[in-house]
């Protein structure tokens, strides 16, 4: 057998990986398992999106090879989305980058600004690629913690008191993913003071602004975030676009230059049909969100009542599309909770351990489930 590569010591395969293969197993022998751990939308994009799609298969050259920049339409959109929706105005020239999905985004923009060695800022708890790529870079994981008691964000006054001196990157993610939390103006006014201080490039993971979210927020909307901040966000949440694979990054252009230079060694362009259903989705309408958050706003409902069953609390104020939830004080630990309900009850929910640390005592459901699977769920009990 071949050896492997020494970057891949540093890293584990990615959880949900490896757990679903056992979940599969068990539904392979006949158990009725209904899956929670998941937030991989079940809806359908809109008609006008798979529409757009189907008309674009015949168009001349929808085969071909495409920009590494994606259509200039589609960059166009992405401008025009963000000016209306986040009040944020980017050159759809050279401040926005379609990407094929927001997680190839993560590794980009760490092969566009780490070197071995360099250290990079990670929310504990926080979504698990932004420490495996920092790892399979060979850049430095520091996490800083995210505790209930603060409401998920960072204690900037502490963090300025370590030695930051090697620190390249910060990774947040507002609205939060796993907790839900959300981010104030404010509090992302004294992120953005706090990356300047330590010249440092802040980059927000924002693919759940449009779920439940009354105020969507970009932080690029704070004046002069895009010299010191990239953002990234996606359609996949917003738009039931997950298989899609449709991303984007906005900031500077001489970030978003940057890791041009390494997307255009690394992939061909962007499906034109795609780009094409990208653009559509783009400029749906309000009744778009609106239906979204009815949906979900009712399997919400349904989720608390579960999590109230298993003597659990949660926050009614978060966004996003999971419940993040406490367990009852002497619980197991989240790993072996999840593990009895999934052999006792037929139930996967994600363990919040996955996420960090600071994980422990939680569990995460997720919304994107239909109604009668959460109704089963809580009749099982």
């Known amino acids: 057998m071949m050896k492997t590569a020494d970057r891949l010591k540093s890293v584990q395969e990615y959880y949900f990986s490896k757990k679903l293969r056992e979940v599969r197993g068990l539904i392979a022998e006949g158990k009725p398992i209904i899956n929670m751990g998941i937030g991989s939308p079940d ?7 798979l529409e757009t799609l189907k008309n674009a298969l015949t168009d001349s050259g929808a085969s071909q090879y495409q920009s590494y920049q994606g259509l200039p339409e589609l960059r166009e959109a992405i401008a025009s989305f963000y000016e209306s929706k986040f009040g944020v105005v980017a050159n759809p020239v050279n401040e926005i980058l379609p990407l094929m999905g927001s997680k190839e985004g993560i590794m980009h923009i760490s092969m566009a600004f780490l070197n071995g060695g360099d250290e990079v800022l990670l929310p504990n708890p926080g979504y698990p690629t932004y420490a495996s790529v920092t790892k399979l870079v060979e850049a430095v994981p520091r996490t800083y913690d995210l505790k209930a008691e603060n409401d998920w964000f960072p204690n900037l006054e502490a963090l300025s008191q370590q030695d930051l001196s090697k620190v390249k990157l910060m990774w ?3 609205p939060h993913m796993p907790t839900g939390a959300t981010a104030s103006k404010e509090q992302l006014a004294r992120l953005l003071a706090f990356a300047k201080a330590h010249n440092i490039l802040l980059i927000n993971d924002n693919p759940y ?15 002069g975030a895009k010299d010191h901040c990239l953002e990234l966000n996606s359609l996949s949440k917003t738009f039931n676009m997950a298989g899609w694979r449709v991303g984007m990054l906005l900031g500077n252009k001489e ?7 390494v997307k255009s ?6 499906f034109y049909g795609i780009q094409k259903g990208a653009i559509a989705a783009l400029q749906s309408g309000t009744d778009w969100f609106l239906s979204l958050d009815e949906i979900y706003n009712r399997r919400r409902k349904l989720l608390f009542e ?6 659990a609390t949660y926050d ?3 966004v996003g599309m999971f419940v993040w939830a406490k367990l009852p004080k002497g619980s197991k ?6 593990d009895n309900l999934l052999h006792t009850k037929d139930i996967f929910i994600a363990p919040g351990t996955i996420f960090g640390s600071n994980g422990e005592g939680y569990i995460r459901f997720s919304l994107c489930v239909k109604e009668e699977k959460i109704k089963e769920a809580i009749d099982r009990f």
């Open 43 to 49: 809806l359908a994009p809109s008609d006008i999106v």
């Open 209 to 223: 602004s449009f779920v439940l979210s009354k105020s969507p927020t970009s932080i690029l909307g704070i004046e």
């Open 316 to 318: 009614s104020n978060a």
């Open 333 to 338: 630990s989240s790993e072996a909770y999840i």
């Open 306 to 311: 579960l999590v109230e069953k298993l003597g």
């Open 265 to 270: 060694n690394m992939d061909s362009g962007m």
């Open 255 to 261: 970030n978003i230059n940057a890791v041009l230079k």
């Open 172 to 174: 947040v993610s507002y």
